[in-house]
């Protein structure tokens, strides 16, 4: 998040989207458990920073690792990852192209060959789960959810604030219309689905809460340059308070 911010409006506002990112609820609440969900979003998130129009042969090689082992960690991140894949190869240019598809093969192969050592055949656990979703659908069996689910979810969290997150998010979107690009793409195919539970978007929240710290940004750098370090100074004394704030109350915990 720093150096995606820092890149565009500088290293202020970078460590102001750093600090918002690090901060955000669902992210601390989600990004702490060892759940595929998270897994999968830190190799997607990764990947889509690392395979950047501007990034070089090296980086776009650890782009097309990454984005394999997303895939190979969260099937279900396989529509965004076609999709981000496809993008990332039409503004790479052949050399960096090529080797963004040599980090994607060799994602693979890790993939398969930990299937192999698993379930004893390569992508074998892959093609029986989208067997068993695509012939029996199984995850009707967990319940199924209207289409609407999520943006009820988005609205019992959020309430009169989500205008503001989407608008900001938004204007973020001008100057990274990639993290739009895969959120979309994460979130889009989740509708689809009858089964849905709140975690399973989580991997988009990373890029759509970036998205807002790049808005915020943006506002800051048009209003007043000096404002993205005013409001890091804020954030850091909030922190600090928090901290110890917690502190105190773990003294005051009976032993």
């Known amino acids: 998040a720093f ?3 820092a890149r565009i409006f ?4 970078g460590l102001l989207v750093a600090a918002l990112v690090g901060t955000w609820f669902e992210l601390v609440y989600f990004g702490s458990k060892p759940t595929v969900d998270a897994l999968g ?25 990454c984005l394999a082992l997303a895939a190979g ?23 960096r192209g090529a080797a963004f598809a040599a980090g994607m093969a060799a994602g693979l192969i890790v993939v398969g060959l930990e299937e192999w050592a698993w379930w004893g055949a390569p992508f074998r656990g892959h093609w029986r789960y989208v067997m068993m ?15 609407t689910y999520f943006l009820k979810n988005g609205v019992l969290i959020y309430g009169g604030a989500l ?9 973020g979107a001008r100057r990274a219309p990639l993290l739009l690009f895969a959120a979309v793409a994460v979130l889009l195919p989740f509708h689809l689905v009858g089964h849905k539970e709140y975690r ?17 940004a943006d506002i800051f750098g048009r209003v007043a340059p000096a404002y993205p370090s005013r409001a890091v100074g804020v954030l850091g004394r ?3 308070h928090r901290l110890n704030s917690s502190h105190v109350s773990e003294s005051r915990m009976p032993s």
């Open 133 to 147: 979703e695509l012939r029996y659908h199984v995850s009707g069996g967990w319940g199924v959810m209207p289409a």
């Open 41 to 65: 979003a830190y190799f997607f998130v990764g990947a889509l920073f690392l395979g950047r129009p501007a990034a070089g042969t090296r980086s776009r090689l650890a782009a097309g690792l």
């Open 238 to 240: 909030s922190e600090e």
């Open 3 to 5: 150096h995606w911010a």
């Open 163 to 171: 205008p503001v997150l989407i608008a900001l998010a938004a204007l």
């Open 73 to 95: 960690i969260r099937l279900q991140l396989g529509p965004a990852v076609a999709a981000a894949a496809l993008l990332i190869w039409l503004t790479a240019g052949a050399r």
């Open 200 to 216: 399973f978007v989580i991997d988009a929240m990373p890029l759509l809460v970036l998205l807002v710290g790049l808005g915020v």
């Open 10 to 13: 500088g290293t202020r506002a």
